[in-house]
């Protein structure tokens, strides 16, 4: 508290993120985290602190605002990177066996094509066709083997909580 009784308050960005791992198997994580806008600090347990803070619509009187040291947009841009870089460091064995599957899965598809197409020979109109479904099921082997990362967010919001975060 300053002399005047007036209590410091800091603007904290909070996001709520969700990271997808797909491949022929899905998983999602969930993640809530904010940053202070005054000072920079990321906090990973943001919206469980928060969860036991009674909230309320308004700033209770007596109380002035930090003057934020960060925009909007650079506090969501330090949130990205950070959520990045721990993502980085997570266990891929999943996605290694899911290239495995998929390569598998592909030389399976070849093995049932290969004869076909070497049997077709010179009827260049039987070998297009069974090309073009041989290209078209490798597409859908790809799409749904393929191991692959998705973010998004599911919500985000401005808190304005006591003390100098």
């Known amino acids: 508290r ?3 009784g007036s209590a410091p308050y800091t603007a904290w960005l909070g996001v709520n993120f969700k990271v997808g791992y ?3 198997m899905k998983r999602e994580e969930l993640y ?3 940053i202070s806008l005054a000072t920079g600090v990321i906090d990973e347990k943001f919206f469980e602190r928060v969860r036991e803070i009674k909230l309320t619509p308004r700033l209770p009187a007596n109380v002035h605002l930090l003057k934020n040291g960060m925009t909007l947009r650079k506090g969501m841009a ?3 990177h950070a959520l990045e870089r721990k993502l980085k ?3 891929f064995d999943w996605a290694v066996e899911a290239e ?5 899965e592909l030389e399976r598809i070849r093995g049932y094509y290969d004869p076909q197409l070497a049997r077709a020979g010179e009827d260049a109109k039987m070998t297009e066709a069974l090309q073009t479904r041989l290209k078209h099921r490798e597409a ?3 799409w749904q083997y393929r191991p692959r990362v998705g ?3 599911l919500n985000c919001g401005i808190f304005h909580l006591p003390g100098i975060h």
């Open 2 to 4: 300053d002399p005047l």
């Open 22 to 24: 797909a491949c022929d």
């Open 32 to 34: 809530g985290w904010g």
């Open 78 to 80: 330090q949130l990205e």
């Open 89 to 91: 460091t997570g266990d």
């Open 100 to 104: 495995k599957r998929r390569r598998e």
């Open 140 to 142: 859908e082997i790809d």
């Open 151 to 153: 973010v998004s967010i």
